[in-house]
């Protein structure tokens, strides 16, 4: 009943733990610490794997053994109690055999990043900035539940409420991973605030995730830089519109400009859209392995397609709808509010399902 192909792979893997965890306690391991980074990373990965192999050879032993106790017992409440293991472990073990298959599927591995998330008003003028900053409130409370961090980049609010723009940084384990199924067009159906005969209009807002990137994932050249300051805009207290603290970053051979306005310390600020413009420059050629994938994917959940309309918000029938996977909700409050954890497990559901498709072809 083994699957010997899926025992032979978990075999290599085990080897290769414990291979991992003699290397993280060598010296010359130890004093590298971007190897040693590199290697702590591995040796997390595959641990959920090895102990998922140890549950499986586990049952695969104890179904073998109850195989050979039922063989050759006479005793008959014996004889019972090892039909019934036999038959518990033949309903378990398929179960498990397919939890190993996703454990092993390949990791993107930047799924373990921090995120650069942006959200952009679309299509609806100030409803859309209105519509954009409610985007905003909920994934921050999201991410406040998870216990990640948000750091404000830069912003620019609507005229009626909301951001026409908003940029920020989240912070915490595996946040990339988790996000990025939320690029893409976010559509609200409901009556706007300026609305005075009660019509329901429908208006867009645009998110985009991005995989953050470090020093170690891309070279910046200071000399390819041009660097403007500029007084911040918004609330802030007495620095905003009096000190040069505000950082505009334009990389001159691609174009990509980056502003940051958030600190009252032109030098934070400056730390900031530093790290904003690697990401961005990381994500030009990322893009090129999301666009290459893309046309295996139905659902598409995690190419970052900023023009596909991936999300529907009724207010009129309390609904949301993720067209991706035609899943529908009628808890638009509790979504907006924060709660898109189920939205974001069928997400990831779907797109294991496909890339275990992927694999098997």
Same mark, same amino acid.
């Given at each position: ?36 980074i ?28 109850s ?36 454990l ?110 470090s020093?170690?994932d ?11 300051t ?12 009096? $000190?040069?603290?505000? @950082?505009? /970053? #334009?990389?001159?051979?691609?174009? %990509? !400009? ?62 949301? $709808?993720?067209?991706? @996977?035609? /899943? #529908?909700?009628?808890?638009?409050? %509790? !979504? ?5 954890q ?20």
């Amino acid at each position: 009943m083994a699957n010997i192909l899926i025992l032979e792979r978990l075999e290599g893997v085990k080897r290769r733990f414990a291979e991992v965890g003699d290397l993280l306690t060598a010296p010359d391991v130890i004093s590298d610490m971007k190897r040693y980074i590199r290697l702590s990373k591995e040796y997390k990965e595959l641990q959920p794997v090895v102990e998922a192999y140890n549950r499986y050879k586990s049952a695969l032993d104890n179904l073998e053994s109850s195989r050979a106790l039922l063989a050759a017992e006479k005793d008959e409440e014996m004889r019972e109690m090892a039909k019934a293991e036999i038959d518990t472990l033949i309903n378990t073990i398929p179960d498990m055999e397919e939890e190993i298959k996703f454990l092993l599927l390949p990791r993107d591995p930047e799924d373990d990043k921090n995120a650069v998330m942006e959200i952009r008003a679309g299509t609806g003028g100030d409803e859309a900035s209105i519509f954009a900053g409610d985007l905003f409130r909920m994934y921050s409370k999201y991410i406040e539940s998870r216990g990640w961090k948000v750091e404000l980049s830069s912003f620019q609010e609507g005229t009626a409420g909301g951001y026409k723009e908003i940029v920020f940084n989240v912070i915490g384990d595996g946040v990339y991973g988790i996000m990025k199924y939320e690029s893409g067009v976010h559509r609200v159906q409901r009556v706007p605030q300026t609305e005075t005969q009660g019509r329901i209009h429908t208006s867009a807002a645009t998110v985009a995730v991005l995989p953050e990137a470090s020093e170690f994932d891309i070279e910046v050249r200071n000399e390819d830089i041009r660097k403007d300051t500029y007084c911040s805009s918004g609330p802030g207290g007495q620095s905003v519109n009096t $000190t040069y603290s505000a @950082i505009r /970053l #334009t990389h001159v051979p691609t174009g %990509v !400009v980056v502003t940051c306005q958030d600190e009252k310390s032109q030098i934070k600020n400056l730390e900031k859209a530093m790290k904003e413009l690697r990401t961005r420059l990381y994500n030009l050629e990322y893009q090129k392995y999301l666009d290459e994938i893309s046309h295996k994917r139905k659902t598409m959940v995690s190419t970052g397609d900023r023009s596909a309309k991936i999300r529907t918000y009724n207010y009129p029938q309390g609904r949301v $709808t993720d067209h991706r @996977i035609n /899943l #529908t909700i009628y808890n638009l409050p %509790v !979504v907006l509010d924060g709660n898109i954890q189920e939205l974001l497990d069928k997400l990831q559901m779907a797109e294991n399902a496909e890339r275990l498709k992927e694999s098997t072809n």
